[in-house]
């Protein structure tokens, strides 16, 4: 392959790379001097105009190919993956733009968009060692993202947990990751499985290292997805963390790391499922990540009843998502691929327009506490309707995105004369979680609309800043359109999947 033909299978990572060096450069040369409103702005359009670029590109100019056995594959799936990364980044951006938890504004944008190449590289990776770059340099963007508010001490604590969990979960999953290569004595996804299955699965049992692997490799990303047991930096991550920031770990990387997560297990680890030969799921990857599942749904649901903070209440919230989003990844086929992608985008749209919400309120209430909410349909009403929205999807409310994302989530789980009714059991308890989730999401609802309000929280519409305001509605829009037309992004996600052989 030429150095040409490998420019253009890596052009949208290129774009958002020079986008980022731009915002940088025009920071720091033009701009240092400026109100900081005014360059949130223009580095936000930057920014924007980037990711928007790399989005054109892959639309106009479809590639499709495979650098060095699975360092770089480019398809019709890892394209349509990057473009929703990329969507989320420019909606992550649209609600940083009102911001004044930082005057670094060049280098925040550079490093939101840093991560944003990180993911997309990540997605794209079939490679074991690509797979573990890509996901440092995401880890290593969104610890400094987290302690970019330097006049909050509590930033600085959450990204401090998060770096220290985050290099015990690094070292997990390298450990997992290099025993799979002594396994099979490749670094390729798919070298690997026929490998380990050929030599390491039997009938009657898997190898002795091969569970090891397996127990360190669902430990290392468990730790990425915020899944019970390794999700204690995600609450103290979300609610110190500058609220924008807080929403891109809650959506771009979620999507990422759910991803790459359903690939190492499905592809890497084919035929150590604990279906088919293995009776009841007695053996292989399955029975681990039900119990983690189970235990994510559990927990994240009940905690987040208790909590007062809309922050630490939304990463409870995204605990017990984790747990969704696993019920796919259990599922290894073509469906539930397509269900966990359409799930993750959809819930990282929610979310960014939750924490959007969230960055308004604290903005000028000066906090993130459930009793800052009170009043505000009576004063901000278009961002109430948008608030709405966001938590009844996130409930699983219909027509909403959040309704028709789980209910193919669940189909997906049990489909009809598969082996996967041996997850019968974690379906339901899924849906009665998801009942419970209704209370919590709620009680958000009603401070907002039944509470009455008080000073912090008069806010008159007009005092809404513009370009939040818009990104509220079309994200609302989207989370509206998706629900009560899902084909709008099925289809092309099936026939992209099916392409690709999953």
Avoid at 399 to 416: H, Q, S
């Amino acid at each position: 392959m030429s150095y040409l033909e490998l420019l253009k299978l890596a052009a949208p990572e290129t774009i958002v790379v020079l986008a980022a060096l731009a915002v940088l450069v025009i920071d720091l040369t033009a701009m240092r001097e400026l109100e900081t409103r005014f360059r949130f702005i223009v580095g936000g359009m930057v920014a924007s105009v980037g990711c928007a670029a790399a989005i054109v590109w892959m639309l106009v100019v479809p590639a499709h190919g495979d650098v060095s056995g699975g360092m770089l594959v480019v398809d019709p799936l890892t394209q349509l993956v990057k473009v929703a990364l990329l969507a989320l980044t420019i909606f992550t951006v649209l609600i940083s733009i009102e911001s004044n938890f930082t005057t670094h504004i060049g280098e925040y944008l550079a490093l939101i968009l840093l991560a944003t190449v990180g993911m997309m590289f990540l997605v794209s990776a079939e490679d074991i060692l690509m797979i573990f770059v890509s996901l440092e340099l995401v880890s290593l963007s969104l610890y400094i993202l987290t302690a970019f508010n330097k006049r909050n001490i509590k930033s600085a604590e959450a990204a401090l947990k998060y770096f220290l969990f985050g290099g015990m979960a690094a070292a997990f999953t390298l450990f997992g990751l290099s025993l799979l290569y002594g396994l099979s004595g490749s670094t390729n996804l798919r070298e690997i499985a026929q490998a380990v299955g050929a030599k390491f699965v039997s009938p009657n049992h898997l190898d002795p290292l091969l569970i090891v692997a397996i127990v360190m490799t669902v430990i290392g990303f468990g730790f990425k997805v915020a899944a019970v047991p390794f999700h204690l930096w995600a609450p103290d991550a979300y609610e110190g963390a500058p609220t924008p920031s807080a929403a891109f770990i809650a959506s771009g990387s979620k999507v990422a790391s759910f991803f790459v997560f359903a690939k190492v297990m499905m592809i890497g680890f084919k035929g150590a499922e604990g279906s088919g030969a293995y009776q009841h799921y007695l053996a292989g990857w399955v029975p681990v990540i039900a119990i983690i599942a189970g235990l994510s749904l559990v927990l994240g649901n009940l905690v987040a009843i208790v909590q007062t903070s809309v922050k630490r209440l939304l990463a409870y919230s995204a605990i017990a998502h984790a747990g969704y989003m696993l019920l796919a990844v259990m599922s290894h086929d073509t469906q539930a691929v397509a269900s966990l992608i359409y799930y993750a985008v959809t819930y990282g749209l929610t979310t960014i327009g939750a924490f959007g919400v969230v960055g308004f309120v604290e903005a000028r209430a000066g906090d993130d506490k459930l009793s800052s909410f009170a009043g505000l349909s009576r004063s901000a009403p278009v961002v109430s309707l948008c608030m709405m929205v966001f938590m009844l999807s996130l409930a699983g409310i219909p027509p909403l995105a959040g309704f028709f994302g789980k209910f193919y989530l669940f189909a997906a789980a049990l489909k009809t004369g598969a082996p996967n009714l041996g997850l019968l059991w974690l379906v339901i308890l899924a849906i009665a979680m998801s009942a419970v989730s209704l209370y919590y999401y709620l009680q958000v609802l009603k401070q907002i609309y039944v509470v009455e309000g008080t000073n912090a929280t008069d806010i008159a519409d007009a005092n809404v800043p513009w370009v939040t305001q818009i990104a509220l509605v079309v994200l609302a829009l989207l989370v509206v359109a998706l629900g009560v037309a899902p084909n709008l992004i099925l289809e092309s996600l099936l026939a992209a999947i099916q392409s690709v052989g999953y």
